[in-house]
């Protein structure tokens, strides 16, 4: 039998193709040899003694799929809306898809069920972030959405404060950039008129005169004498608006995300016991949004440009 992505009971880690794996003769569980060596015995030799026998839990769940399906299907009507609505139990499976944990497996503080309901888009990927950050007990991981897109990212993942403190950065690098900037977009300038001279220079012509020859080798030289300028001043201020920044961002981006998810989770189990309201609450709460990464967007562009301007109107 194939054993590549069951669950080891040993250590909850999934089966990979090239494990070493032992299967137990007496109640055939597979698991990985070193939790087999690590007490001498069976992960599950506690459950011998009640005849336990280990079956394929995939192959119980497609068991059981099948057999609801039968069973609905049997209950529906022969007229029925063709529109479900969602309901919290229907959208776990959902979230769920594609992550190798058990959803009552201990996250750090919450399950990985509710940790999947509260994530919802990528659940899969953060969980094993999340479970690995639980087992090294650090706080810092690399996240690359948060490097590439910051402070977007933290709206988007509806962390809103920290958001708004990367976004309030950004907007204050800009401004204390632009002196800088100014000068890049002044060699820009310089060189796009530079390239319209070459242009209008070899226009129509298959070979330049010796004259001709001498302003081309001129204009670019002039031309690589402006690029050669600009590259230090324009990796000074992709260094300061960007990649110092967004390596930070990156490096806390995962530890505040897990932070705020243990945070509703913990208030949703305080404001109700009842199972469907706490998932609920903990689904309407995680998620992403859409709307206010848009928003950081346009005001990351046009603040800096705005107060700029207003500045430039009480002074003058």
């Given at each position: 039998m194939n054993y590549t992505g069951k669950i080891c009971d040993g250590c909850r880690e999934p089966l990979k193709e090239g494990d070493d794996i032992v299967v137990c003769?007496?109640?055939?569980?597979?698991?990985?040899?070193?939790?087999y060596e690590?007490?001498?015995?069976?992960?599950?030799?506690?459950?011998?003694s009640t005849g336990f026998t280990w079956t394929d839990p995939d192959e119980e769940k497609r068991k059981a799929e099948a057999e609801q399906a039968v069973q609905q299907e049997q209950e529906q009507p022969e007229q029925s809306s063709p529109f479900v609505q969602a309901t919290p139990q229907s959208m776990e499976s959902v979230f769920m898809r594609g992550v190798l944990y058990d959803p009552k497996d201990d996250i750090g503080g919450a399950t990985v069920g509710e940790a999947a309901d509260y994530i919802q888009n990528s659940a899969p990927r953060y969980i094993s972030k999340f479970m690995k950050q639980k087992k090294k007990n650090g706080k810092l991981s690399w996240n690359w959405a948060a490097f590439f897109f910051a402070p977007y990212w933290f709206f988007y993942r509806k962390l809103y404060k920290v958001g708004a403190v990367f976004l309030a950065l950004s907007v204050a690098l800009s401004l204390a950039t632009i002196s800088q900037t100014e000068k890049v977009y002044g060699v820009y300038e310089k060189m796009v008129s530079v390239q319209q001279e070459i242009n209008e220079l070899v226009k129509g012509k298959d070979d330049l005169s010796g004259e001709d020859s001498q302003k081309f080798d001129k204009l670019y030289a002039e031309a690589k004498k402006l690029t050669k300028a600009a590259i230090p001043t324009l990796a000074i201020i992709l260094l300061i608006q960007k990649v110092i920044p967004n390596t930070i961002a990156a490096l806390i981006a995962n530890y505040l995300f897990k932070k705020k998810m243990l945070r509703i989770i913990s208030l949703a189990h305080d404001s109700s016991t009842e199972p469907n309201i706490v998932k609920y609450t903990i689904m309407r709460n995680g998620g992403v949004s859409v709307i206010m990464p848009i928003i950081a967007i346009m005001v990351d562009n046009y603040l800096p440009s705005l107060l700029l301007n207003i500045a430039y109107k009480i002074n003058f």
């Open positions: 003769p007496i109640c055939g569980t597979p698991q990985h040899r070193s939790c690590k007490n001498n015995k069976c992960v599950n030799e506690y459950l011998h």
